[in-house]
């Protein structure tokens, strides 16, 4: 296991860095394997609104994008409604939407909805306007760029952890890109009253037991949002809901997050 001592801290300071308030607000994927579709529809919000595409801290559909890939998949292309609910069941994974938003885009999330009450991968053909409202916003051959693999206890191509953290910060900070990220996710992730208890305990940083990794949440697509100099600390963006963490977001220390990245 690494020591925390062992990697210095990055050059910046003594002031956070956020993208959370150009973010739309935080969704909630409601139990449905649908984490990978909500931290790109966040993402490409805060991306699309930076270009003015859409309006500030508007929300892409991440339905959309969960659909699309399912519609686009062989294994259940032609047999809808039977093999869309088994679909629901599995994980995605970024890639899985590249070609999707490439070719057709992702339209607002109030034109195509994930709202209480989704049942998940319904086999529902989107209409022409909401096709034309996708196709607004679309990836560009060169738009999506692999920051990197950091993978504990090796180097990888982010090297290891220092050199992956100053390449974070340069992102995050210097750039303000918000970063799709896969973790580990602990099981206190899931305990949000002791989550919350432990972070107010520690002047608003998370920086409890990593242990408990399940197959229920055990890779995880979210958002990294920012990171704090001041508290060593990076900021995520989850899908389980506003009342999740701090409003839907969590600063974790550094210790703990590279544990889980």
């Not at 869309?84 to 995605?92: D, I, N």
């Not at 963490?245 to 544990?259: C, D, L, N, P, T």
Request: glycine share 10%; charged share 20%; net charge neutral.
């Amino acid at each position: 296991p690494y020591r925390l001592s062992d990697f210095p801290k990055a050059p910046l300071s003594d002031a956070s860095a956020t993208t959370e308030l150009e973010m739309p607000p935080p969704g909630d994927q409601q139990g449905w394997a649908s984490c990978a579709a909500w931290a790109l529809a966040s993402v490409l919000s805060y991306h699309a609104a930076r270009q003015g595409l859409i309006a500030p801290r508007t929300r892409l559909s991440a339905r959309f994008l969960y659909e699309e890939v399912a519609r686009n998949n062989d294994l259940y292309r032609g047999s809808p409604a039977l093999l869309f609910a088994e679909f629901c069941k599995r994980g995605t994974w970024y890639g899985d939407y590249d070609e999707p938003l490439r070719t057709r885009g992702v339209p607002r999330e109030s034109i195509w909805r994930y709202a209480a009450g989704y049942s998940g991968c319904k086999y529902e053909p989107p209409s022409d306007s909401v096709l034309s409202d996708a196709a607004k916003v679309r990836v560009a051959p060169s738009g999506f760029q692999l920051l990197g693999v950091y993978a504990r206890g090796r180097a990888d191509e982010m090297g290891n952890q220092a050199q992956a953290h100053e390449k974070i910060v340069a992102a995050v900070v210097g750039d303000k890109r918000p970063l799709l990220l896969s973790i580990d996710t602990p099981a206190r992730f899931q305990q949000a009253a002791q989550l919350k208890q432990e972070t107010q305990a520690n002047n608003g940083v998370w920086a409890g037991s990593t242990a408990g990794f399940n197959g229920v949440h055990g890779k995880h697509a979210v958002v990294l949002a920012g990171y704090d100099p001041k508290h060593d600390a990076y900021q995520i963006l989850n899908s389980w809901g506003a009342d999740w963490g701090s409003g839907g977001y969590i600063w974790v220390a550094r210790a703990q997050f590279w544990e889980m990245a």
